[in-house]
């Protein structure tokens, strides 16, 4: 059973989980040698127009219990309890940083499909955020159904080459359906785990030249740290 608020959880695996270094990316959030350092992944050097998202905030680094937990999670031999810890993170997260997200209009989950394999984990996490978001203070977007699915199943990205995972991207993005009116607005977009941007650049860009959305900025649990 999962007892506190969602305050209290973030603040508690604050003790156990490797924060975002004080020396971040304001783009990607990655650990910078120095601030003020120029960032080492591609996409953040493109302007806004051409990333089609202005910036992704993430809960933690993808190290240590996080990312051995999150492992779990996704894959067989899964453990789908895990969602409601995950999801009262990410609200834990939104009422620790108000100010960031003060503007946005609806916060959605970057789809998985319906055959995804143990589960759809995204999907699951939104729903236990929106659980725990009793006070209704976010725009958690409904969750049955999404405002954002993903119509077919494509491959997947986890251990491939910076080409490969935005080709693979790009499918994915192909694959999007909006069941929502989003014109005008200004969109969270919520994933696991942030390595490249890849996936944040093409589904913004399908919500902004498609669904006409006004901005896309990303939350996930977890940033992949590089070396």
């Not at 003020?36 to 202005?54: K, L, Y």
């Not at 725990?132 to 969750?143: G, I, K, M, N």
């Amino acid at each position: 059973m999962v007892n506190g608020t969602p305050g209290i959880c973030a603040a508690c695996a604050a003790h156990t989980i490797q924060p975002v270094a004080a020396a971040h990316c304001a783009v990607c959030s990655q650990t910078l040698a120095a601030a003020g350092a120029v960032c080492g992944n591609v996409i953040c050097g493109w302007p806004p127009e051409r990333r089609f998202f202005t910036r992704v905030d993430a809960v933690a680094m993808y190290s240590g219990s996080l990312e051995a937990v999150l492992k779990r999670f996704k894959y067989p031999p899964s453990r789908p309890g895990w969602a409601a810890i995950f999801g009262r993170l990410l609200v834990g997260w939104l009422e620790t940083h108000a100010d960031r997200v003060a503007d946005i209009d609806l916060i959605v989950g970057n789809p998985t499909h319906a055959t995804r394999q143990p589960f759809q984990h995204i999907e699951m996490i939104m729903r236990a955020a929106a659980a725990e978001d009793t006070a209704q203070r976010w725009p958690l977007a409904a969750t049955d159904p999404p405002p954002l699915v993903k119509t077919a199943e494509t491959p997947r990205s986890a251990a491939c080459h910076r080409e490969a995972k935005m080709e693979a991207a790009r499918r994915h993005a192909k694959a999007l359906a909006l069941n929502t009116d989003v014109s005008d607005q200004r969109i969270l977009l919520v994933d696991d785990v942030f390595t490249t941007g890849a996936q944040f650049h093409t589904v913004g860009r399908y919500l902004i030249e498609t669904g006409h959305a006004h901005e896309v900025r990303g939350l996930v649990l977890a940033r992949v740290p590089w070396s």
